[in-house]
């Protein structure tokens, strides 16, 4: 596959998406929280598909859902994350303010904290980051689970059969742009492991490389908890194929403790995930596209835990 490399672009993703700018957040800043509404404000470029990221003087920025799916994260993370964050060994965002809908943005939307950082890149020693992700994920592994949103069907950590019917109609939407029968025989091999049969732990979700931080060369936050919720932790075995090479690989794996079968269950999600965003953001978030792409190539190389 072949995916050009260009910077973010203001682009429509969803058909129903709403698209922000710094007047409507400007204006949004100051009907509700005015003593903000004069700092310097700026929009972070990214490949994020459920919101808009502003950098907000030196030490805030401001996050609004692009996206109606979204719209309950804000909650989400303003109830959960205080209860993550002490037992937790890096940085997880910090939520100061929350906004009501208003100027264009019929969504609640939320200020936080702004954590210093930039995502992983070639340069940075990817055992060093193996050691300290999976440490956060064993950290978020223990947190007591009493009071927890129940799980609902389908959501990260769910058993994979639930995801059975949709993976196969992204698949087939994909056509000849990936080899899909390969893809199939990988997806019915994660199918066919044996179920976590434990109960559940609380899982990010979503522990792609935009959503971690580095400094100074090793791991210091972790980002986007918009997937958080309690089920099978196979789920968090993502970045196995989205962040790590062999050697990463093991080390992270060794460091998790997975066993085979929780292996082949989060290739499983690392595979629903790249198949499912594929021919949903092909012509419009051409990063989504390249990680897609890349994880996909990773889990088809490396078939076997």
């Given at each position: ?30 009907a509700q ?37 979204a ?45 210093p ?5 070639p340069?940075?020693?990817?055992g ?26 389908g ?9 059975d019917?949709?993976?196969?109609a ?14 199939l ?12 049969d ?22 210091t ?16 075995l ?10 990463g690989?093991?080390?992270f ?53």
């Amino acid at each position: 596959m072949s995916v050009p490399d260009e910077r973010p672009a203001r682009r429509r993703m969803h058909h129903d998406e709403v698209l922000t700018d710094t007047g409507a957040v400007r204006r949004l800043l100051a009907a509700q929280f005015p003593r903000w509404a004069d700092l310097p404000l700026a929009l972070v470029e990214s490949w994020g598909t459920d919101h808009d990221v502003y950098r907000l003087g030196r030490d805030l920025s401001v996050r609004l859902p692009r996206i109606a799916w979204a719209s309950d994260q804000a909650a989400k993370e303003g109830r959960w994350l205080p209860v993550l964050a002490p037992h937790l060994p890096v940085a997880v965002p910090e939520q100061v303010a929350v906004g009501d809908p208003g100027e264009g943005c019929p969504f609640g939307w939320s200020v936080h904290r702004w954590l210093p950082g930039r995502p992983p890149g070639p340069t940075d020693d990817r055992g060093v980051l193996a050691d300290g992700l999976a440490g956060f994920v064993r950290a978020l592994r223990t947190v007591p689970t009493s009071g927890a949103p129940p799980r609902r069907p389908g959501v990260r950590g769910a058993p994979l059969a639930e995801l059975d019917e949709g993976f196969r109609a992204a698949l087939t939407r994909l056509g000849d742009r990936v080899d899909g029968r390969a893809v199939l025989r990988l997806w019915e091999e994660s199918l066919s492991a044996p179920p976590w049969d434990g109960p559940g732990q609380w899982l990010h979700g979503d522990l792609l490389p935009g959503n971690l931080l580095v400094g100074s060369g090793r791991l210091t936050g972790v980002i986007d908890f918009g997937a958080l919720g309690v089920g099978d932790p196979a789920c968090d075995l993502q970045p196995v194929w989205n962040v790590f090479d062999g050697p990463g690989r093991r080390r992270f794996l060794e460091q998790v403790g997975a066993d085979a079968a929780s292996v082949l269950r989060g290739r499983g999600w690392t595979t629903w995930q790249a198949v499912v965003a594929l021919p949903y953001y092909w012509d419009t978030n051409p990063g989504v596209v390249r990680q897609a792409s890349r994880a996909l190539a990773a889990a088809l190389e490396d078939p076997r835990p």
